[in-house]
């Protein structure tokens, strides 16, 4: 499975927004990207994928670079029940479910 | 709308015995994935079943560890002989259809061996 790149931990304040990086320069053509989150004591939350385009949704948005080997998920206005460890993850369709969850990136959010 | 279901939600056993989690998919998921996650580090992949089929077992320990989706009831993530290695966070995802595009996890069971 491909791999991806994210920082330990970054930090915002609240309702600021927050550009959470990630780095999958061996993704290939059917990899779509994922991203969780998981907040304290709790399974993971899904997010948002996209595969090429860039993808919007009621929680966050996902921009993708042009030669996909980045994205960022971007959180438009940080709240304090942001603060999780997010992970960012390439799936295929052939890869039911078996997600490779990394050490991701802990977001703190300061009031 | 119930989300995934795990119980019990902690659980302590003494190294030898046996470990039995239970999970409980969203209504209208046949696919079932197991994960674990050991403290500080991120979930790994054990085990993924259909109803009444092991799918991909690739990431469970051969010995001691098992898993079923049986027909009726739900899935039961089982592990025999526990040892104090076995202690962490064990959480079960759902999903409608087996392509991996968006799963709906539990909030696990912590497993501890004493």
């Known amino acids: 499975d491909a791999k991806t790149t994210q920082p330990n931990s970054m930090e915002s304040n609240e309702e600021e927004p927050v550009h959470l990086p990630c780095n999958h320069s061996t993704i290939s053509g059917t990899d779509y990207i994922h991203w969780y989150r998981q907040l304290p004591s709790q399974g993971p939350e899904y997010v948002i994928h996209?595969?090429?385009s860039n993808v919007n949704n009621r929680m966050a948005s996902l921009a993708i670079a042009e030669d996909r080997k980045s994205s960022t998920l971007i959180l438009h206005r940080a709240t304090l029940r942001d603060a999780a460890v997010y992970y960012c993850i390439l799936a295929r369709g052939s890869t039911l479910g078996r997600l490779y969850f990394g050490r991701g990136t802990q977001l703190t959010v300061w009031p | 709308n119930a989300g995934v279901m795990q119980n019990p939600r902690h659980l302590v056993r003494r190294r030898g015995q046996e470990a039995r989690l239970r999970c409980s998919p969203m209504?209208?998921?046949?696919?079932v994935y197991w994960y674990r996650q050991l403290p500080e580090e991120g979930l790994k992949f054990m085990v993924y079943?259909?109803?009444?089929?092991?799918?991909?077992e690739s990431g469970m320990p051969k010995e001691r560890f098992s898993a079923e989706f049986p027909k009726e009831g739900p899935s039961i993530l089982r592990i025999q002989q526990v040892v104090r290695g076995d202690s962490a966070a064990y959480f079960c995802?759902?999903?409608?259809?087996?392509?991996?595009?968006?799963?709906?996890f539990g909030s696990g069971t912590q497993l501890s061996v004493l």
């Open positions: 209504k209208g998921h046949s696919h």
């Open positions: 079943l259909q109803k009444e089929n092991i799918i991909d």
């Open positions: 995802a759902s999903s409608p259809m087996g392509q991996g595009e968006k799963l709906f």
């Open positions: 996209g595969l090429t």
